[in-house]
């Protein structure tokens, strides 16, 4: 899949139509929608460029501009936090107790606070 900056934290999902590619058979009942995992980010590679270019490689105007070689370029591909390993630190420990924490004191508020309707159980 294709990645760029400012994806990261973007849920990925997998697709898969009912179109059988081995068969050419289309499926009735529709196409899978499923939950890939997060974009942690894009993969870059090294590339050479073809003649020594001044850059400016800082974020302060007076800082003196590098000559550079290699630059680093996208490759399109990204990288996922699977859904499994997500699910498995969201029901575990530390991360577990404070969202039932706040679940308890959000239910505490619902009687009290129209802003907070019921708040189902986790």
Known sequence: MLSRPGY???PVYIYRDSYNLETGN???????IRLLGIN???ITDRAEISEETTIATGMVEDEA???VKYIRVSTGMNGVVPAWHLAKLLNSGQVK???E???AQERAL???NPAFPSVPTV
């Open 8 to 10: 990261s934290g973007a």
């Open 26 to 32: 289309i499926s009735i009942g529709g196409s899978t």
């Open 40 to 42: 942690w980010g894009f």
């Open 65 to 67: 501009p590098n000559t």
């Open 97 to 99: 107790r404070e969202r």
């Open 101 to 103: 924490a706040v679940a």
């Open 110 to 112: 619902a009687p009290t």
